[in-house]
C-alpha cells in the first residue's frame, strides 16, 4: 500500500469536495446537524465515487445514513455493555453502603472514625470492585479494538453490498484483510487514527482560550469537521479498495461469469 498517495489522494478529494464550493459545504454543515444525512453522505464517499458527490438525494441519503447509524450502535453495544457492567459493582458498593448519602465534608475526624468502624468491610468491598471495573474496562478496551478491525472495512463493504448484514460478515471481512494484509491494514488503522487524534488536538486547544474559546472551538469544529469526514470517509474506501480480489472470474456452468465471492 502506497498510503502517501491515499494520504494525496484523500487530501485532494476533501479539498476538492468543499474549496470554492460554499453552497455544498454549507449544505453538509447543516446536514451535520441531522447527522443521519451526513452519515448517509458518508455511504456515498465509500461506495467510491469520485469527484465528492453532490449532497441530493436527501430521504436517499437519511435512510443510507439510519442505516450506518444502525451498525455502528450494533458494533459499539458490547463495548457499550460492558464499560457498564464494570461499573455496577461499584455503584452498588457506594448505593448500599451509603457512601452516595453521607456528607464527609462536614464530618470531623472522630465522626469519620466511627462512620468507617461501623462499616468494617466497605474499603475491602471497595478495593474488589475497583479492581472488577479496571479488569473489565481493560477487557473492553481490547474489545473495542477488535471491533474496529471489523468495523472499519464492514461499514465499507455494507455500503458497497447495500446489505446491512454484510457489514457483520465476518469471514469476507477476514479473507478481506488478508488480501490488504494484515500489517498493510493495520498501519492504515494507525495512520488514520493519529490524523484524527491531530485533528482533534488542534479543535480543541481552541477552548484554551479565555472566556471565547469554547465558542471559537465549536465554530472551528463546524467549518473543518466536513473536510474531515470527506478525507477520512474516502481513506476508508482506498483502503478498503486495496483489498479488493482482482482475479479474473470464471465462467458458471451456464457460461456466464460467476460472481467472485469473498
Known sequence: MDFGSMLDDSFAYAKEGVWKRWSRWLLLIVSMFIFPLILGYMVRIYRGEKPAPEPEKWLELFVDGLRLLLIQI??????????ILAFVPLISTLVTSGVVSQDFSSMSDSQLERWLDGHPGLITDLVVAG??????????????????????????RFARTRSISEAFNFPAILTHIGRIGWANYILALLVIGVIGFIFSTIVNFFSLIPVIGIIIELIVMVILYVPFILFSARFSALVYDAGEDTSPQLPDQAGEPAINRQ
Open 74 to 83: 450494533i458494533y459499539l453495544l458490547p463495548v457499550i455493555l460492558l464499560v
Open 131 to 156: 479492581g472488577f471495573m479496571i479488569i473489565i474496562l481493560v477487557a473492553a478496551i481490547i474489545l473495542a479494538i477488535i471491533i474496529t478491525l471489523f468495523s472499519f472495512l464492514g461499514v465499507v
